[in-house]
C-alpha cells in the first residue's frame, strides 16, 4: 500500500491536489503554475511579492504633500508666466516647455520626497498639476487655451511617471 506513494512527488502550498516541482526562490514553499509570479529575480510565490511590494513602497502622507506641492506649485507658477506672457497660448512652445520645465519639476519633487514612491504619489501629483495649472491660467485670465491643456497635460503625465511604479 505505501509502495503506491511516491516520496519525491511535491505539491503546491496553496492547491495540495496540484503537483509540482516548482519553488518560490524567496521562501522555498512548492506553488503550481498558478500561484507563481514572474519576477525581475526569478519565480516566487505571491506571498513574497507582495511583501516586497509594501518594502518598495516606502513613501508617506507626508510625502504625497510635499510632491503635490511641489509639483501644484511649479505648475501654478510655469502656467501663470506661460499665459500671462502668451508663451503657452502656441501649442508647440506649449509641448516644449512642458516637456523641459515638467520634466525638471517632476525630478525637483522626487528629490524632494529622497526619491521615495508612494502607492498614491502618481495620482497626488498629477492631481496638483491639473489644479496648480488651471488655478495659475485662472489667474492669467487664459484658462481655455490649447496651448494651456497641453502644457498642464505634459506636466501632469511627467510627474505621474516619475513617480510610478513599474
Ligand atoms: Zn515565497
Ligand atoms: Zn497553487
Given at each position: 500500500m505505501s509502495d503506491m506513494t511516491d516520496e519525491s512527488m511535491t505539491y503546491c502550498a496553496?492547491?495540495?491536489d496540484r503537483e509540482t516541482?516548482?519553488?518560490?526562490?524567496?521562501?522555498?514553499r512548492y506553488m503550481c503554475a498558478q500561484c507563481a509570479v514572474s519576477t525581475s529575480v526569478g519565480y516566487r510565490c505571491r506571498e513574497c511579492v507582495r511583501q516586497v511590494d509594501d518594502k518598495f513602497f516606502t513613501g508617506t502622507g507626508n510625502d504625497n504633500l510635499i510632491a503635490g506641492a511641489v509639483v501644484g506649485g511649479g505648475a501654478g507658477v510655469l502656467v501663470f508666466l506661460g499665459a500671462l506672457t502668451g508663451i503657452a497660448l502656441f501649442w508647440l512652445a506649449a509641448f516644449f516647455i512642458g516637456i523641459i520645465a515638467g520634466g525638471a519639476l517632476a525630478e525637483a519633487a522626487f528629490r524632494a520626497v529622497q526619491k521615495r514612491r508612494g502607492r498614491y504619489t502618481p495620482i497626488v501629483v498629477a492631481v496638483a498639476a491639473l489644479v496648480g495649472g488651471f488655478g495659475g491660467a485662472f489667474l492669467a485670465g487664459r484658462p481655455f487655451a490649447i496651448g494651456i491643456f497641453v502644457l498642464i497635460g505634459i506636466i501632469a503625465v511627467l510627474a505621474y511617471r516619475r513617480f510610478e511604479y513599474k
Open positions: 496553496v492547491h495540495p516541482g516548482l519553488r518560490c526562490n524567496k521562501c522555498g
